[in-house]
């Protein structure tokens, strides 16, 4: 059962555009959010992340919002570069370090091409 | 700091034989992960440790067997490789609550 819902499976924008990918779970207990970044041949690596206590999260040109309600997060990516280009996964993690050992949940990526 | 180091970065195992991928972090970290990445399967968990001398299983554990005999080391053994097992190998670190690191990972094929 996947646990963190990830869409679409791939995104094609013209530089500049703005890039929406969405991610839906169901665990209440998930309190921590990260997108990572992943380019090909390489590890993922951290892009940015958000606590529920907060709406949203700006860093550059990466926004992350979060509708705890809704049981939603997105990321959104302004100006979109051709070096944005990558494949985006969403997670999602809970607090209770002994019985899951930090577990993150991972979305099933988003290729992303920016088109110049 | 180097991170999250992982050896072989690339392998080709005929069905049957067996191989053990590296994980090696510097950052003293506790919690340490095996995840395996498939097309249009994102990530999956195959074992985990908590600590030196923990280890558990994850998502998909079947076909694997993991050692954490060392804080900084964690290993991934296949005992018998199956074509089913070609996929690309991602270690992870973590000090909770922050994030993963990853390592670069390693490409296996099965033949």
């Known amino acids: 059962q996947q646990q963190v819902k990830q869409s679409p499976q791939s995104l094609i924008v013209q530089k500049g555009g703005i890039s929406i990918i969405n991610c839906a779970y169901e665990n209440t207990a998930f309190d921590y959010f990260p997108w990572y970044q992943q380019f090909p041949g390489k590890g993922p690596a951290l892009l940015i992340a958000?606590?529920?206590?907060?709406s949203e999260k700006k860093e550059g040109r990466f926004t992350i919002s979060f509708n705890k309600s809704a049981k939603q997060f997105s990321l959104h990516i302004m100006d979109s570069q051709p070096g944005d280009s990558a494949t985006y996964f969403c997670a999602a993690s809970m607090r209770i370090y002994e019985d899951t050992g930090n577990q993150f949940y991972f979305g099933t990526g988003t290729s992303l091409t920016v088109i110049p | 700091n180097a991170g999250v180091t992982q050896t072989p970065k690339f392998r080709v195992l005929k069905t049957g034989q067996s191989m053990t991928l590296l994980c090696a972090q510097d950052?003293?970290?506790?919690?340490m992960y095996w995840y395996r990445q498939d097309p249009g399967m994102g990530l999956r968990l195959i074992h985990y440790?908590?600590?030196?001398?923990?280890?558990a299983k994850g998502e998909v554990p079947d076909g694997y067997n993991v050692s954490r005999l060392k804080k900084q080391n964690f290993l991934l053994g296949l005992e018998s490789a199956a074509p089913s097992q070609t996929s690309v190998y991602f270690c992870?670190?973590?000090?909770?609550?922050?994030?993963?690191?990853f390592g670069s990972g390693t490409r296996l094929t099965v033949v």
């Open positions: 440790s908590v600590g030196e001398g923990t280890t």
């Open positions: 950052m003293n970290h506790e919690y």
């Open positions: 992870a670190s973590s000090y909770p609550p922050d994030g993963y690191t």
């Open positions: 958000i606590r529920p206590d907060v």
